[in-house]
Protein backbone atom coordinates (compact mmCIF):
# COMPACT_ATOMS: atom_id res chain seq x y z
CA UNK A 1 0.00 0.00 0.00
CA UNK A 2 1.21 3.84 -0.57
CA UNK A 3 0.80 6.53 2.05
CA UNK A 4 1.16 9.54 1.37
CA UNK A 5 0.47 12.38 4.11
CA UNK A 6 -0.27 15.88 3.89
CA UNK A 7 -1.77 15.50 -0.11
CA UNK A 8 -3.18 17.91 -2.24
CA UNK A 9 -6.56 16.79 -2.65
CA UNK A 10 -7.42 19.09 -5.79
CA UNK A 11 -5.57 16.79 -8.17
CA UNK A 12 -7.67 13.53 -7.43
CA UNK A 13 -10.79 15.20 -7.58
CA UNK A 14 -12.18 16.40 -11.49
CA UNK A 15 -13.08 19.96 -10.15
CA UNK A 16 -9.08 20.67 -8.99
CA UNK A 17 -10.52 21.90 -5.53
CA UNK A 18 -9.46 20.34 -2.26
CA UNK A 19 -7.11 20.78 0.89
CA UNK A 20 -4.93 18.80 2.12
CA UNK A 21 -5.33 14.62 3.37
CA UNK A 22 -3.80 13.94 6.55
CA UNK A 23 -3.09 10.82 5.05
CA UNK A 24 -3.45 9.46 1.56
CA UNK A 25 -3.78 5.84 1.16
CA UNK A 26 -3.96 4.26 -2.56
CA UNK A 27 -4.38 0.54 -2.13
CA UNK A 28 -2.31 -1.79 -4.51
CA UNK A 29 -4.75 -4.80 -3.60
CA UNK A 30 -8.10 -6.06 -1.97
CA UNK A 31 -6.50 -7.08 0.85
CA UNK A 32 -5.04 -3.66 1.21
CA UNK A 33 -8.36 -2.30 1.24
CA UNK A 34 -9.54 -5.21 4.05
CA UNK A 35 -6.85 -3.94 5.72
CA UNK A 36 -8.02 -0.13 5.71
CA UNK A 37 -11.59 -1.66 6.29
CA UNK A 38 -10.47 -3.42 9.30
CA UNK A 39 -8.72 -0.20 10.69
CA UNK A 40 -11.42 2.72 9.84
CA UNK A 41 -14.65 0.71 10.06
CA UNK A 42 -16.82 -1.01 12.77
CA UNK A 43 -19.89 -3.62 11.66
CA UNK A 44 -22.52 -0.44 12.68
CA UNK A 45 -21.92 2.39 10.44
CA UNK A 46 -18.67 1.25 8.21
CA UNK A 47 -19.24 3.23 4.83
CA UNK A 48 -17.78 5.99 2.61
CA UNK A 49 -17.25 8.80 4.92
CA UNK A 50 -17.31 7.72 8.26
CA UNK A 51 -15.18 7.90 11.98
CA UNK A 52 -14.19 4.93 13.37
CA UNK A 53 -14.42 3.65 17.48
CA UNK A 54 -11.48 5.29 18.25
CA UNK A 55 -12.49 8.45 16.23
CA UNK A 56 -10.39 8.25 13.40
CA UNK A 57 -12.30 9.47 10.01
CA UNK A 58 -12.02 7.51 6.59
CA UNK A 59 -12.98 9.32 3.19
CA UNK A 60 -13.67 7.13 0.16
CA UNK A 61 -12.33 8.60 -3.15
CA UNK A 62 -12.73 6.67 -7.04
CA UNK A 63 -12.05 8.92 -9.58
CA UNK A 64 -13.54 11.97 -7.79
CA UNK A 65 -15.68 12.81 -10.68
CA UNK A 66 -18.71 13.33 -8.28
CA UNK A 67 -16.60 14.89 -5.70
CA UNK A 68 -16.40 18.34 -3.86
CA UNK A 69 -13.82 19.08 -1.38
CA UNK A 70 -13.53 21.81 0.83
CA UNK A 71 -10.16 23.82 0.96
CA UNK A 72 -9.46 23.67 4.48
CA UNK A 73 -7.09 20.53 5.70
CA UNK A 74 -9.24 17.52 5.56
CA UNK A 75 -8.30 15.58 9.14
CA UNK A 76 -9.11 12.12 7.54
CA UNK A 77 -7.38 9.01 5.69
CA UNK A 78 -8.64 9.06 2.67
CA UNK A 79 -8.42 5.95 0.47
CA UNK A 80 -7.60 6.50 -3.24
CA UNK A 81 -8.51 3.43 -5.10
CA UNK A 82 -7.32 4.02 -8.83
CA UNK A 83 -4.68 2.46 -11.33
CA UNK A 84 -3.54 -0.16 -9.02
CA UNK A 85 -6.44 -1.95 -8.63
CA UNK A 86 -7.89 -1.33 -12.17
CA UNK A 87 -8.03 -5.40 -13.62
CA UNK A 88 -10.49 -6.06 -15.86
CA UNK A 89 -11.28 -10.26 -17.53
CA UNK A 90 -14.31 -11.58 -19.20
CA UNK A 91 -15.80 -14.83 -17.12
CA UNK A 92 -18.20 -16.58 -18.79
CA UNK A 93 -18.58 -15.29 -22.11
CA UNK A 94 -21.15 -12.34 -21.49
CA UNK A 95 -19.60 -11.08 -17.74
CA UNK A 96 -17.15 -8.62 -17.08
CA UNK A 97 -15.33 -8.63 -14.01
CA UNK A 98 -13.81 -4.85 -13.31
CA UNK A 99 -11.76 -4.21 -9.91
CA UNK A 100 -13.17 -1.29 -8.38
CA UNK A 101 -10.41 1.04 -9.84
CA UNK A 102 -10.85 0.78 -13.21
CA UNK A 103 -12.27 3.42 -15.46
CA UNK A 104 -15.72 2.44 -16.37
CA UNK A 105 -15.43 3.89 -19.47
CA UNK A 106 -12.48 1.66 -19.99
CA UNK A 107 -14.97 -0.94 -18.66
CA UNK A 108 -17.36 0.13 -21.66
CA UNK A 109 -14.75 -0.07 -24.37
CA UNK A 110 -13.73 -3.23 -23.28
CA UNK A 111 -16.99 -4.72 -23.46
CA UNK A 112 -17.44 -3.35 -26.79
CA UNK A 113 -14.30 -4.77 -28.27
CA UNK A 114 -15.37 -8.40 -27.05
CA UNK A 115 -18.62 -7.54 -28.83
CA UNK A 116 -20.76 -7.09 -25.15
CA UNK A 117 -23.31 -4.60 -25.31
CA UNK A 118 -25.10 -3.38 -22.45
CA UNK A 119 -22.56 -0.54 -21.23
CA UNK A 120 -22.57 1.72 -24.60
CA UNK A 121 -23.91 4.44 -22.50
CA UNK A 122 -21.17 4.54 -19.87
CA UNK A 123 -18.41 5.63 -22.71
CA UNK A 124 -18.52 9.07 -21.36
CA UNK A 125 -19.06 8.77 -17.45
CA UNK A 126 -15.06 9.65 -15.94
CA UNK A 127 -16.05 8.26 -13.02
CA UNK A 128 -14.61 4.21 -11.30
CA UNK A 129 -16.23 1.48 -11.12
CA UNK A 130 -16.24 1.47 -7.33
CA UNK A 131 -18.06 5.02 -7.72
CA UNK A 132 -20.34 4.43 -10.64
CA UNK A 133 -22.17 1.60 -8.38
CA UNK A 134 -22.59 3.85 -5.31
CA UNK A 135 -24.21 6.75 -7.23
CA UNK A 136 -26.19 4.03 -9.78
CA UNK A 137 -24.38 6.23 -12.61
CA UNK A 138 -26.25 6.14 -15.73
CA UNK A 139 -26.79 8.05 -18.95
CA UNK A 140 -28.96 7.89 -22.05
CA UNK A 141 -31.77 5.84 -20.57
CA UNK A 142 -29.19 3.16 -18.88
CA UNK A 143 -28.07 2.88 -15.45
CA UNK A 144 -25.18 1.07 -13.64
CA UNK A 145 -28.03 -0.94 -12.00
CA UNK A 146 -29.07 -2.60 -15.04
CA UNK A 147 -26.08 -4.85 -15.55
CA UNK A 148 -24.84 -4.99 -12.42
CA UNK A 149 -24.48 -9.09 -11.36
CA UNK A 150 -23.04 -8.94 -7.92
CA UNK A 151 -20.45 -6.21 -6.30
CA UNK A 152 -17.38 -7.66 -3.99
CA UNK A 153 -17.43 -5.29 -0.94
CA UNK A 154 -14.76 -5.23 1.71
CA UNK A 155 -16.15 -5.21 5.48
CA UNK A 156 -14.21 -5.59 8.96
CA UNK A 157 -15.30 -9.64 8.92
CA UNK A 158 -13.93 -9.95 5.46
CA UNK A 159 -14.89 -10.05 1.87
CA UNK A 160 -18.52 -10.17 0.82
CA UNK A 161 -20.10 -10.84 -2.80
CA UNK A 162 -23.56 -8.90 -2.75
CA UNK A 163 -25.79 -9.45 -5.50
CA UNK A 164 -28.11 -6.93 -7.82
CA UNK A 165 -31.24 -6.86 -5.27
CA UNK A 166 -28.73 -6.59 -2.34
CA UNK A 167 -27.24 -3.18 -3.54
CA UNK A 168 -30.32 -1.98 -3.34
CA UNK A 169 -29.99 0.30 -6.28
CA UNK A 170 -32.30 3.80 -6.07
CA UNK A 171 -32.02 6.73 -8.76
CA UNK A 172 -28.32 7.98 -8.29
CA UNK A 173 -28.32 6.10 -5.07
CA UNK A 174 -27.77 2.44 -3.41
CA UNK A 175 -26.76 1.30 0.04
CA UNK A 176 -23.51 2.37 0.01
CA UNK A 177 -24.39 6.47 -0.96
CA UNK A 178 -27.44 6.62 1.37
CA UNK A 179 -26.29 9.01 4.87
CA UNK A 180 -28.43 10.26 7.53
CA UNK A 181 -27.77 13.25 9.68
CA UNK A 182 -26.19 12.23 13.19
CA UNK A 183 -26.88 14.28 16.59
CA UNK A 184 -24.34 16.39 15.89
CA UNK A 185 -25.14 17.61 12.51
CA UNK A 186 -22.43 15.68 10.80
CA UNK A 187 -23.53 13.39 8.03
CA UNK A 188 -22.78 10.06 8.06
CA UNK A 189 -22.58 7.89 5.23
CA UNK A 190 -25.03 4.53 5.66
CA UNK A 191 -23.46 2.19 3.54
CA UNK A 192 -21.62 -0.55 4.47
CA UNK A 193 -18.17 -1.42 3.12
CA UNK A 194 -15.96 -0.77 0.81
CA UNK A 195 -16.44 -1.64 -3.05
CA UNK A 196 -13.35 -4.10 -4.71
CA UNK A 197 -14.81 -5.47 -7.50
CA UNK A 198 -17.71 -5.71 -9.73
CA UNK A 199 -19.34 -8.01 -11.89
CA UNK A 200 -20.97 -7.02 -14.99
CA UNK A 201 -23.06 -8.96 -17.29
CA UNK A 202 -24.16 -8.39 -20.52
CA UNK A 203 -25.42 -9.40 -23.74
CA UNK A 204 -23.62 -10.64 -26.69
CA UNK A 205 -24.49 -8.28 -29.82
CA UNK A 206 -23.51 -6.98 -33.01
CA UNK A 207 -20.13 -5.08 -32.92
CA UNK A 208 -20.38 -2.64 -35.73
CA UNK A 209 -23.55 -1.98 -34.12
CA UNK A 210 -22.50 -1.22 -30.37
CA UNK A 211 -19.57 1.18 -31.93
CA UNK A 212 -22.38 3.09 -34.05
CA UNK A 213 -23.99 3.41 -30.65
CA UNK A 214 -21.05 4.54 -28.33
CA UNK A 215 -20.31 6.53 -31.53
CA UNK A 216 -24.03 8.64 -30.87
CA UNK A 217 -24.06 9.23 -27.01
CA UNK A 218 -20.09 10.58 -27.29
CA UNK A 219 -21.74 13.14 -30.55
CA UNK A 220 -24.91 13.53 -27.95
CA UNK A 221 -22.44 14.54 -24.96
CA UNK A 222 -20.20 16.99 -26.62
CA UNK A 223 -23.11 18.70 -28.04
CA UNK A 224 -24.59 19.26 -24.56
CA UNK A 225 -22.29 19.01 -21.72
CA UNK A 226 -19.79 21.49 -21.39
CA UNK A 227 -16.07 20.82 -20.88
CA UNK A 228 -14.10 22.49 -18.21
CA UNK A 229 -13.41 21.53 -14.31
CA UNK A 230 -16.60 19.72 -13.04
CA UNK A 231 -18.04 17.05 -11.08
CA UNK A 232 -21.09 16.38 -13.51
CA UNK A 233 -24.67 17.24 -13.08
CA UNK A 234 -24.85 18.83 -9.52
CA UNK A 235 -28.30 18.33 -8.52
CA UNK A 236 -30.84 15.50 -9.19
CA UNK A 237 -33.70 15.78 -11.12
CA UNK A 238 -36.75 16.06 -9.50
CA UNK A 239 -40.45 16.08 -9.50
CA UNK A 240 -42.29 19.65 -10.50
CA UNK A 241 -46.08 20.14 -10.19
CA UNK A 242 -45.40 22.65 -12.78
CA UNK A 243 -44.79 19.73 -14.95
CA UNK A 244 -47.30 17.74 -14.09
CA UNK A 245 -45.67 16.15 -10.99
CA UNK A 246 -43.32 14.54 -13.58
CA UNK A 247 -39.57 13.77 -12.72
CA UNK A 248 -37.78 16.92 -14.76
CA UNK A 249 -34.02 17.28 -15.29
CA UNK A 250 -32.69 19.52 -13.08
CA UNK A 251 -30.74 21.47 -15.52
CA UNK A 252 -34.26 22.45 -16.88
CA UNK A 253 -35.32 24.01 -14.09
CA UNK A 254 -31.93 25.50 -13.31
CA UNK A 255 -32.37 27.19 -16.87
CA UNK A 256 -35.34 27.76 -16.67
CA UNK A 257 -35.16 29.60 -13.27
CA UNK A 258 -32.69 31.77 -15.96
CA UNK A 259 -29.33 30.78 -13.65
CA UNK A 260 -27.05 30.07 -16.68
CA UNK A 261 -24.35 31.84 -16.45
CA UNK A 262 -24.49 33.23 -12.83
CA UNK A 263 -21.45 33.29 -11.40
CA UNK A 264 -20.02 33.26 -7.55
CA UNK A 265 -15.95 34.13 -7.39
CA UNK A 266 -14.65 31.39 -9.94
CA UNK A 267 -17.12 29.05 -10.60
CA UNK A 268 -20.16 29.52 -12.82
CA UNK A 269 -23.62 27.92 -14.02
CA UNK A 270 -22.67 26.68 -17.63
CA UNK A 271 -24.02 28.76 -20.60
CA UNK A 272 -24.45 25.71 -22.13
CA UNK A 273 -26.10 23.10 -19.41
CA UNK A 274 -27.37 24.78 -16.08
CA UNK A 275 -26.59 21.64 -14.12
CA UNK A 276 -22.96 22.00 -14.44
CA UNK A 277 -20.89 23.76 -12.41
CA UNK A 278 -17.88 24.80 -13.84
CA UNK A 279 -14.63 26.09 -11.82
CA UNK A 280 -12.82 28.24 -13.82
CA UNK A 281 -9.27 27.57 -12.44
CA UNK A 282 -9.62 29.93 -9.47
CA UNK A 283 -12.64 28.79 -7.76
CA UNK A 284 -12.76 27.88 -4.30
CA UNK A 285 -14.75 25.42 -2.57
CA UNK A 286 -16.97 28.28 -1.05
CA UNK A 287 -17.44 29.84 -4.48
CA UNK A 288 -19.28 26.18 -6.08
CA UNK A 289 -20.72 25.61 -2.26
CA UNK A 290 -22.16 29.18 -2.16
CA UNK A 291 -23.59 29.02 -5.94
CA UNK A 292 -25.49 25.32 -4.89
CA UNK A 293 -26.56 26.75 -2.63
CA UNK A 294 -27.88 30.00 -4.52
CA UNK A 295 -29.07 28.08 -7.76
CA UNK A 296 -30.70 25.37 -5.39
CA UNK A 297 -33.01 28.52 -3.37
CA UNK A 298 -33.80 29.93 -6.44
CA UNK A 299 -35.32 26.97 -8.07
CA UNK A 300 -37.45 26.80 -4.75
CA UNK A 301 -38.38 30.02 -4.95
CA UNK A 302 -39.97 29.85 -8.57
CA UNK A 303 -41.18 26.02 -8.34
CA UNK A 304 -41.30 25.27 -4.90
CA UNK A 305 -39.26 22.70 -5.42
CA UNK A 306 -36.24 21.54 -3.32
CA UNK A 307 -33.33 20.29 -5.14
CA UNK A 308 -30.88 17.01 -3.96
CA UNK A 309 -27.11 17.73 -5.18
CA UNK A 310 -25.66 14.43 -6.72
CA UNK A 311 -22.29 15.62 -6.01
CA UNK A 312 -20.79 14.78 -2.52
CA UNK A 313 -19.89 17.49 -0.99
CA UNK A 314 -17.31 16.56 1.84
CA UNK A 315 -16.09 19.17 4.36
CA UNK A 316 -12.87 19.56 6.50
C1 LIG B 1 -17.76 15.62 -17.30
C2 LIG B 1 -18.54 14.69 -16.39
C3 LIG B 1 -19.61 13.97 -16.92
C4 LIG B 1 -20.37 13.13 -16.10
N1 LIG B 1 -21.41 12.43 -16.64
C5 LIG B 1 -22.14 11.62 -15.86
C6 LIG B 1 -23.24 10.89 -16.40
O1 LIG B 1 -23.55 10.94 -17.59
N2 LIG B 1 -23.96 10.09 -15.56
C7 LIG B 1 -23.65 9.98 -14.23
O2 LIG B 1 -24.34 9.24 -13.51
N3 LIG B 1 -22.61 10.66 -13.69
C8 LIG B 1 -21.86 11.46 -14.47
N4 LIG B 1 -20.80 12.16 -13.92
C9 LIG B 1 -20.52 12.07 -12.47
C10 LIG B 1 -19.51 10.98 -12.09
O3 LIG B 1 -18.63 10.65 -13.14
C11 LIG B 1 -20.24 9.72 -11.61
O4 LIG B 1 -21.04 10.03 -10.51
C12 LIG B 1 -19.27 8.60 -11.22
O5 LIG B 1 -20.03 7.49 -10.89
C13 LIG B 1 -18.39 8.95 -10.02
O6 LIG B 1 -17.38 7.98 -9.91
P1 LIG B 1 -16.01 8.30 -9.17
O7 LIG B 1 -15.20 7.07 -9.13
O8 LIG B 1 -15.37 9.49 -9.76
O9 LIG B 1 -16.58 8.63 -7.72
P2 LIG B 1 -15.99 9.59 -6.59
O10 LIG B 1 -16.33 11.00 -6.89
O11 LIG B 1 -14.56 9.28 -6.33
O12 LIG B 1 -16.87 9.08 -5.36
C14 LIG B 1 -18.26 9.18 -5.40
C15 LIG B 1 -18.86 8.48 -4.16
O13 LIG B 1 -18.58 7.08 -4.24
C16 LIG B 1 -17.85 6.66 -3.08
N5 LIG B 1 -16.91 5.63 -3.58
C17 LIG B 1 -16.06 5.73 -4.61
N6 LIG B 1 -15.41 4.56 -4.79
C18 LIG B 1 -15.87 3.72 -3.82
C19 LIG B 1 -15.57 2.35 -3.47
N7 LIG B 1 -14.67 1.62 -4.14
N8 LIG B 1 -16.24 1.80 -2.41
C20 LIG B 1 -17.16 2.53 -1.71
N9 LIG B 1 -17.45 3.82 -1.99
C21 LIG B 1 -16.82 4.40 -3.03
C22 LIG B 1 -17.20 7.90 -2.54
O14 LIG B 1 -16.98 7.79 -1.15
C23 LIG B 1 -18.25 8.95 -2.85
O15 LIG B 1 -19.26 8.93 -1.86
C24 LIG B 1 -20.03 13.01 -14.72
C25 LIG B 1 -18.94 13.72 -14.21
C26 LIG B 1 -18.20 14.55 -15.03
C27 LIG B 1 -17.02 15.30 -14.46
Known sequence: MIIKHNEPLAKYTTYKIGGTARELLIPESADDILTIAREYL?????????????????????????????????????????????????VDCVELRAEAGAPFAKVARTACSAGLTGLEWACGIPGT???VAVGNA????GCTADVVKSVTVAYPGGFREL??????????????SERWKME???????????????????????????????????????????????AGSVFKNAQCSTFN????????LLDHAGLKG?????????????????????????????????????VWLKYGVRLETEIKIIES
Open 42 to 90: NSENSGAAVHNKSGKRLIILGGGSNTLFSDGPVDAAVIKIGAPLDKLSI
Open 138 to 141: GAFG
Open 184 to 230: DGRWMEKGRGVITAVTFVLERGDKAEIEERINRYAALRRGRQPSGFS
Open 129 to 131: VGG
Open 262 to 298: ARIGGAYISPKHANFIINDGTARFSDVKDLIEYAASV
Open 163 to 176: NNEQCGFTYRGSIF
Open 245 to 252: SQLIPAGL
